[in-house]
């Protein structure tokens, strides 16, 4: 069993890696938005207020794009320590490590996520994942 842990350390440390940078980011992000507390204050036109409530939103989305990222980083992790990362979810044979170095939140193996994406394309679940995660779209 500590094999098998060993065989994710490097996925792990990116994880965390990349756990941390998105809370910086968020924390950023949110330091910010509340220190631009007094914006309305001296907004002299409806031209000013429209430049900051599109800047709002555009924290907002991607706070939530950050939140959601950090809720696959969570997740993978749990699974390295719960011992079931790494097992592709539909053949449940193992992932390459290598794949998983380069995508460490892929789900199944490479057969598998062909298949997957021929047959359901067209959800919204998927490319809105891809955009989330453009570095998964690169493998060859
Ligand atoms: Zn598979």
Do not use: W
Not at 70 to 86: P, Q
Not at 129 to 136: I, M, Q
Request: with cysteine; proline share 2%.
């Amino acid at each position: 069993m500590k094999n098998e842990e060993n065989k994710f350390e490097a996925v792990r440390k990116k994880l965390i890696g990349m756990r941390l940078n998105l809370i910086r980011e968020s924390k950023a992000e949110i330091v910010q938005i509340l220190d631009a507390g007094g914006k309305y204050n001296g907004v002299s036109d409806d031209g000013d207020l429209a430049d900051v409530a599109i800047r709002d939103s555009l924290q907002a989305a991607n706070l939530t794009r950050q939140r959601f990222k950090l809720k696959a980083i969570e997740e993978a992790l749990r699974k390295i320590d719960d011992g079931d990362y790494g097992i592709c979810e539909d053949c449940e044979e193992d992932i390459p490590v290598g794949r998983l170095n380069v995508m460490p939140f892929a789900l199944r193996c490479i057969e598998c996520q062909e298949k997957h994406e021929m047959t359901s394309s067209t959800k919204k679940e998927i490319s809105a994942h891809s955009s989330f995660f453009p570095e998964e779209e690169s493998e060859e």
